[in-house]
């Protein structure tokens, strides 16, 4: 089982930055994939990024050049830098962790998720 707790979350203006952060109870060295999903309000889930033990990130067209994941096994944390942000990646933003699979954006693979961190980017 893994616990994972996203922090980080908050109101920025277009344009502004923030890293958000994904604590995990078990050694991030260990778990194969982790990645970040956000939720807008009245849409689905969709994923943003992902990263693999090996350092494999995979990103989703609409943040490639603005975000950017990265995995601390020390502080067994995950993190998702956010840069040029627009009013549009307003969501709920999830980390999650799987132990196999593609490790790409379908949520199906992932089996443990954090309870999420609101983001909203005004205009």
């Known amino acids: 089982q893994v616990q994972l707790v996203e922090s980080g979350g908050g109101s920025v203006q277009a344009g502004g930055s923030l890293r958000l952060s994904c604590a995990s109870s078990s050694n991030t060295y260990n778990i194969y994939c982790m990645g970040w999903f956000r939720r807008a309000p009245g849409k689905e889930r969709e994923g943003v990024a992902t990263?693999?033990?090996?350092?494999?990130?995979v990103y989703a067209d609409h943040v490639k050049g603005r975000f950017t994941i990265s995995k601390d096994n020390n502080k067994n944390s995950l993190y998702l830098e956010m840069n040029s942000l627009k009013p549009e990646d307003t969501a709920m933003y999830y980390c999650?962790?799987?132990?196999?699979?593609?490790?790409?954006?379908?949520?199906?693979?992932?089996?443990?998720w954090g309870q999420g961190t609101q983001l909203t980017v005004s205009s």
């Open positions: 999650a962790a799987a132990w196999a699979g593609a490790c790409y954006s379908d949520s199906r693979d992932f089996e443990f």
């Open positions: 990263i693999t033990s090996g350092g494999r990130s």
